[in-house]
């Protein structure tokens, strides 16, 4: 197993010399900024974010939640960042040639810091700056949602083995996410003394204060929205895409609602909506809601008036709604195919697991947390707490671990899993 450190351990670290780590990001993300700013507020890093471009930043159209948007929360303050001239000729974060910035190279080859951390490999810039850093010997850490999920087959997976080893083999520290992640990178042998725990988290901090702040705001919140007082709500927050199997959980709402009585929300947007207010109007459905898309100081309405969030894809490198709803103290039921759930769903302590596409079987396990109060009571509970320990503390002691290997502890080169690096 990868290194995993105490949350608690952060602080009583040992002194260690100021490491410049610079970071390679697409564009500014809601779920990225908050770790940026508990990294830079350390006193032994130094810590430099490099973008591809300014996605979230100005308003733009996203092509799944189908609205034009731009995040309303912080996304640039609390560290240094630097936005990287991007070169490609039709931009965008969500292609290989959609994000070409040579200027990474610059400072890698000034060696402007003492590592690299990426995210991913599946941009053009990354792999410019996996070069450059090739090129000096830099140390490269690679974080990324990796999940073994989806995996090609035949030659396409002979071909995609090839590669991710000749690029794993230039790696010198690997930020598992999850132990999906982990197991992802040990299938390519890559060494436990190369793996850190920095598990995928969210702004626990921001979203428990929501949580405190609308705590008894259920019954208000609802009235708001339309959405009965009197029975419990399930909720969907999410992008409305075949992925997420949204159907599935109107299919398994319809096969519970005639012994439970309880209402659904999706929070929400995208091509699928359509045709779920169709499959809603034609079955004859009562208390279904579509709520539209929330922002990031929006949705915390959602969850606090919800009782159980559902997660239904069948393909999700993680599933960061998990984290949020657990921070408003829900049960989650989510499919086998949702890879937070491996960590963050306890199957029958604080929710479920069920398996993708079985919308039986999701009905099931609606009604086990639906139709007892107190049950679905103590799963909250234990939502809340599992979460409560798995947080930024926890990504930044992982950090530290993995530059103090890279590094060492005054600055010389530090020893990986065997190997030096320079």
């Not at 000034?110 to 990426?118: G, H, P, T, V, Y």
């Not at 009197?230 to 299919?251: A, H, M, N, T, Y």
Request: aromatic share 10%.
């Amino acid at each position: 197993m990868s290194a995993r450190p105490e949350a608690a351990s952060v602080a009583a670290m040992a002194p260690m010399r100021r490491i410049r780590l610079g970071v390679l990001a697409s564009h500014p993300i809601q779920y990225q900024a908050p770790l940026f700013r508990a990294l830079a507020a350390r006193p032994d890093v130094d810590l430099q974010v490099f973008f591809c471009c300014k996605w979230g930043l100005e308003p733009y159209q996203d092509p799944e939640f189908g609205v034009r948007l731009s995040w309303d929360i912080p996304l640039l303050e609390g560290y240094k960042s630097t936005f990287l001239n991007n070169l490609s000729i039709r931009p965008g974060p969500n292609r290989l040639l959609g994000l070409i910035n040579p200027g990474i190279a610059v400072h890698v080859l000034k060696r402007n810091f003492d590592a690299l951390w990426i995210h991913g490999w599946a941009l053009a810039t990354n792999w410019i700056a996996l070069a450059a850093a090739s090129a000096t010997s830099m140390p490269v850490l690679l974080r990324g949602e990796f999940t073994g999920f989806d995996e090609p087959e035949g030659a396409k997976a002979a071909l995609k083995r090839t590669i991710l080893r000749a690029i794993f083999e230039g790696i010198a520290g690997f930020l598992a996410i999850g132990t999906n992640n982990e197991n992802f990178y040990r299938s390519y042998n890559v060494p436990k003394e190369r793996i850190f725990w920095t598990p995928y988290a969210v702004d626990n901090r921001f979203f428990m204060e929501q949580a405190q702040r609308l705590a008894g705001c259920k019954r208000a919140l609802r009235k708001r929205e339309g959405i009965a007082t009197d029975r419990p709500l399930i909720l969907f927050s999410g992008k409305l895409v075949e992925k997420k199997r949204p159907l599935d959980l109107l299919r398994a709402f319809e096969t519970s609602c005639g012994e439970i009585r309880a209402s659904l929300a999706f929070a929400g947007d995208g091509p699928l909506r359509t045709q779920l207010r169709q499959f809603v109007d034609e079955r004859r459905l009562r208390n279904v809601h579509f709520l539209g898309f929330r922002n990031q100081t929006e949705i915390g309405a959602c969850y606090a008036m919800a009782d159980v969030l559902v997660l239904p894809s069948s393909l999700e490198t993680w599933g960061l709604v998990v984290n949020e709803a657990m921070c408003f103290g829900l049960p989650v039921i989510a499919s086998d195919q949702v890879a937070a759930a491996a960590d963050l769903v306890r199957d029958g302590t604080n929710g479920f697991v069920y398996p993708v596409g079985d919308s039986v079987a999701l009905a099931g396990r609606l009604r086990s947390v639906l139709g007892d109060e107190w049950r679905r009571t103590r799963m909250g509970r234990q939502s809340y707490n599992i979460i409560s320990t798995w947080d930024f503390d926890q990504d930044v002691a992982g950090v530290l671990n993995a530059l103090r290997s890279l590094v060492g502890e005054n600055g010389g080169p530090g020893d990986i899993g065997g190997r030096r690096a320079h």
